[in-house]
């Protein structure tokens, strides 16, 4: 489905349900005429930064459960995520506070300081989605424009390197950093992970479109670095 077909789409199903609120709440504050009248972009960016943590909570999970060298305890594993997807404690404060760039840096550094790959990786991709949609946590936006395109340009940069690293980063042994698609005992090969960030990395270009812009046409295309996303 084309980016315009799905904006008609969901600007209906925003109507439905709008009218669907009205009818059954039309004594609550606000009602539903407010959704109505939510501009269809920001409605489209909402949905996107939901489906962001959704998929990259299951994305973290299946590098533990295929990963679980990282970080063997369990307990410790479910920590770990309260705190990246569920505003839970810092689990530690080395990397908690860093911008993405620097944690997915050390993410696959030959030797990161923090032992816990999956933890590093899966930290510095919930910032970069957060620096992207929110720049900092006292600020919201009200409309897609209110987005700088440059952000999400540098998103799907660095989020675009990830999706390469995780195909290519060996340890001094020859094994890849992570185990993500590799070949099973039975000969087939798992796509969870490649679905996964197609889908992230399809919907950051969805969001890049809304603003006019082109994804992948920008002057640090060629870089094999992480970029800062909020400059």
Not at 129 to 135: F, M, N, Q
Request: hydrophobic residues 35%; positive net charge; contains cysteine.
């Amino acid at each position: 489905m084309s980016l315009r077909k799905r904006i008609r789409h969901n600007l209906l199903f925003l109507l439905l349900i709008g009218l669907t609120g009205c009818a059954a709440g039309s004594g609550s504050e606000g009602g539903g005429l407010r959704d109505i009248f939510t501009p269809t972009d920001v409605t489209i960016i909402r949905h996107h930064v939901k489906e962001y943590h959704t998929t990259l909570e299951e994305f973290t999970v299946r590098l533990y459960a295929k990963n679980p060298k990282y970080e063997k305890d369990p307990l410790e594993r479910q920590r770990k995520l309260r705190f990246l997807f569920h505003n839970d404690l810092p689990v530690e404060f080395r990397y908690a506070y860093k911008p993405s760039h620097e944690v997915l840096t050390a993410a696959f550094a030959a030797r990161p300081e923090y032992p816990d790959r999956v933890y590093l990786l899966s930290l510095g991709l919930i910032k970069s989605i957060r620096e992207a949609y929110e720049g900092n946590e006292e600020q919201t936006f009200f409309t897609g424009l209110q987005i700088p395109l440059d952000r999400l340009q540098r998103l799907h940069h660095n989020l675009s390197q990830v999706n390469w690293r995780l195909k290519t980063y060996r340890d001094g042994r020859g094994e890849l950093l992570f185990r993500t698609n590799e070949v099973g005992a039975d000969g087939t090969i798992n796509m969870g992970y490649e679905v996964l960030m197609t889908e992230t990395l399809t919907r950051i270009k969805d969001d890049i479109t809304l603003r006019g812009g082109l994804p992948g046409k920008y002057l640090f295309n060629m870089s094999t670095l992480f970029v800062g996303i909020l400059f």
